[in-house]
T-cell receptor, first 116, second 114 residues
């Protein structure tokens, strides 16, 4: 069965520090998708990125970057020069069965606290 | 604006009562989902539906029921059979099929059993 592990329960950093959130996954499928979502205090999950299993290119979007490594089954998320507005819970998620609905298996989340 | 609307935001229920959580979307998505979030456990799938008048159980369907009479609506009923219903409930929707789809989430309903 699929599984997503986010070993870091909570991280605290000072503004402008870089921070990396770890995500390790398990799946027997050769085709799968990985996601990161942000959950601010309001509760809604905000989609950040989707990556398919055939695309190992790293991606950068502004201060956000993602490192996908199939060899270690990891999909880590780095925030550069963190800001207070980055404070939230971040979830990594896995989707198997590419032909069906977007059923996601979530990790337990990492709470990021950015302070001044 | 397109999106997913969940209501109410907060809900209190007496033990032994059924309660229905509302979820409406205007994104024209075929698929809709209900997740439950507990502290320290991430989100777990309760039910999902890929088409009107059809739905499937997720990982923790016991004590819950759903209906999908309209494409836009996917209400969740928490029945008295649910042993520990106090949680944060999130509704989501997505397109179906093929590669490259993501789920969009509502703002959630926090249910407390008193």
């Amino acid at each position: 069965a699929q599984k997503v592990t986010q070993a870091q329960t909570e991280i605290s950093v000072v503004e402008k520090e870089d921070v990396t959130l770890d995500c390790v996954y398990e799946t027997r499928d050769t085709t799968y998708y990985l996601f990161w979502y942000k959950q601010p205090p309001s509760g809604e999950l905000v989609f950040l990125i989707r990556r398919n299993s055939f695309d190992e290119q790293n991606e950068i979007s502004g201060r956000y970057s993602w490192n996908f490594q199939k060899s270690t089954s990891s999909f880590n998320f780095t925030i550069t020069a963190s800001q207070v507005v980055d404070s939230a819970v971040y979830f990594c998620a896995l989707k198997e069965d590419p032909g069906t609905a977007c059923k996601l298996t979530f990790g337990t989340g990492t709470r990021l606290q950015v302070t001044l | 604006d397109g999106g997913i609307t969940q209501s109410p935001k907060y809900l209190f229920r007496k033990e032994g009562q059924n309660v229905t959580l509302s979820c409406e979307q205007n994104l024209n998505h075929d698929a809709m989902y209900w997740y439950r979030q507990d502290p320290g456990q991430g989100l777990r799938l309760i039910y999902y539906s890929q088409i009107v008048n059809d739905f499937q159980k997720g990982d923790i369907a016991e004590g819950y029921s759903v209906s999908r009479e309209k494409k836009e609506s996917f209400p969740l009923t928490v029945t008295s059979a649910q042993k520990n219903p106090t949680a944060f409930y999130l509704c989501a929707s997505s397109i179906t099929g093929g590669a490259g789809t993501e789920a969009f989430f509502g703002q959630g309903t926090r249910l407390t059993v008193v």
